[in-house]
């Protein structure tokens, strides 16, 4: 063999050091030049978007529920943080593999690209063009690495056997690497906030939500009982805040639909096939009702439900125009990003307030929630109803097609169970002696709850008192006063009963495949 050069010949920490680097400073580039590139496609033409949402559409359901029960609505964040310490450490490594061999180095970059590419095409609504990013910040970050490691070496890249090509007369600079080095890096940041800036002022969502007015419904929401709140410190408010209602979906980042664009296809097994602009939503007679949500990976006493005042257009009056034929049972909805869901056709049909919401307690839908439109389903997990940014109505049959989560092991109806939830006392808190305040909420939508039974220390179950109900769609708060409670710790468990006189379910089970079931509890002290 012939002499290696003199920089990989020490191995020492610092020049295993330096091959990371490079690797990370190409890894940079790479991404930095195609997401600023991805600026002027739009979301799917981004590899971290595509590589994340490929990532959530192939995640077991065991991995799934674990990341909603460990992180809860900052999953997403976590996928984010995640991805980069994995493409840090494949950077890392290829940076270090090219001071041996940088052919071998940048093969593995390029099947990094590869992998990417596939990703990205295999997204809903990808073309050939959307590669087109991908293809020139790999470029990018292969001319980088190719730089940054012969600037440290001071020659031409190593032969693919490890021994330098012949010399040209150039030694090792540290100084040289180190100032392209820090270029590179500085054209990455550049680029990469470029592309961030660019993709906000291409997109006008933002900017339509913020001016839009929503008009006046032609069906008020009723007013809400005086005593809907439980007369209780701590327990959740009967609306949830628009900033605190939980986001669960498969959207890596959030689309930015246009709504002036914006446009929802409705066809399938129907006598007349239609579109709807935003701009006739606007102008429809519009309904507005409360409504709580929950999400079917919502674990026994957990906080994935909340409750809003929604603004939109009845599903029934779109499908009555739609005029499905006989024999469809199912429509399946479709988001912009791929999501789909599988509604049994005569929910959408009966007398329930079934929507294309466009408005949350008063204001636009929020981007994380659907804007510009969404489905709003009382009575039904989301996962077969709650459609956000929906852009697809097909009527079609349960036979035939299958939602996202269905088509991944859940079940294809998912009609919401009866639950409970003790939120005050905290689990774990610690109570002063005397006079313990215990409440909470309950929810059987479409049925409503006629009462909440409370069980102390495996006493004898007592009533709790009921908040005013709102409506049979909402969940209902309930209240108890534990008078001279003890010191000590305590368990306080609870249940519930529909208007149908049908008592929640005691056996615990997992929210896979429809729904969690289970009386919940917790343990407090009082001191």
């Not at 190409?26 to 496609?41: R, T």
């Not at 007369?231 to 805040?241: A, K, M, S």
């Not at 689990?427 to 929810?443: C, D, E, N, Q």
Request: glycine share 10%; net charge neutral; with cysteine.
């Amino acid at each position: 063999m012939g002499k290696r050069s003199t920089a990989f010949k020490k191995q020492d920490w610092r020049t295993f050091g330096i091959g990371a680097l490079a690797g990370l400073i190409s890894a940079g580039v790479l991404f930095a030049i195609a997401e600023l590139v991805a600026a002027f496609f739009g979301p799917v033409a981004s590899p971290l978007t595509s590589v994340g949402s490929t990532f959530i559409d192939f995640t077991p359901a065991w991995m799934k529920n674990f990341a909603i029960a460990t992180f809860g609505t900052n999953d997403k964040m976590v996928l984010l943080l995640s991805m980069g310490i994995v493409a840090a450490l494949l950077s890392a490594v290829a940076g270090v593999v090219a001071l041996k061999s940088l052919r071998i180095a940048l093969g593995m970059v390029s099947a990094f690209a590869i992998v990417m590419a596939a990703c990205i095409i295999t997204r809903s609504g990808a073309g050939p063009f959307d590669l087109l990013p991908l293809l020139i910040g790999t470029a990018a970050g292969l001319w980088a690495l190719r730089l940054l490691i012969r600037s440290f070496l001071g020659q031409p890249a190593a032969k693919s056997n490890g021994e330098p090509a012949p010399s040209q007369g150039v030694t090792p600079s540290r100084r040289t690497f180190l100032i392209r080095s820090a270029a590179l890096a500085g054209v990455a940041v550049v680029a990469g906030f470029g592309g961030s800036v660019l993709s906000a002022t291409r997109n006008t969502a933002r900017a339509f939500r913020d001016a839009l007015k929503l008009p006046a419904p032609k069906i008020k929401a009723e007013a809400l009982p005086a005593g809907v709140q439980a007369p209780v410190e701590g327990v959740t408010p009967f609306v949830t805040p628009n900033k605190d209602f939980y986001r669960i979906d498969t959207a890596l980042i959030v689309p930015e639909l246009d709504p002036e664009s914006w446009e929802l296809r409705v066809h399938g097994m129907v006598e007349e096939e239609f579109s709807i602009t935003f701009d006739q939503l606007l102008k429809s007679e519009l309904i507005e009702s409360h409504v709580t949500l929950t999400c079917v990976s919502n674990v026994v006493g957990g906080n994935l439900a909340g409750n809003a005042k929604w603004l939109g257009f009845p599903l029934r009056e779109v499908l009555a125009r739609a005029k499905p034929k006989a024999g469809a049972d199912m429509v399946l909805s479709t988001s912009s990003d791929g999501f789909s869901a599988s509604t049994p056709l005569p929910v959408l049909q009966d007398d329930r307030d079934a929507m294309l919401a466009i408005g949350m307690n008063g204001e636009p839908l929020p981007l994380e929630h659907g804007f510009p439109v969404r489905m709003v389903v009382p009575g039904l997990y989301g996962f077969v109803s709650a459609t956000k940014w929906v852009v697809d109505l097909e009527v079609t049959t349960f036979a035939e097609k299958a939602g996202y989560w269905t088509s991944r092991g859940w079940s294809s109806h998912g009609p919401i169970k009866t639950a409970s939830r003790v939120e005050v006392p905290r689990a774990f808190g610690r109570i002063p002696a005397g006079k313990v305040s215990i409440g909470g909420s309950a929810w059987a939508q479409t049925k409503g709850i006629s009462k909440v039974e409370i069980q102390l220390d495996d006493g004898a179950w007592q009533q709790a008192t009921l908040a005013d109900e709102a409506s049979v769609d909402t969940w209902r708060q309930w209240s108890y006063i534990w008078n001279d409670a003890p010191a000590g710790t305590h368990k306080v468990r609870v249940r519930a009963y529909d208007t149908a006189g049908e008592l929640q379910i005691e056996d615990q089970a997992p929210p896979e495949p429809d729904g969690s079931t289970g009386w919940h509890s917790i343990n407090f002290t009082v001191t």
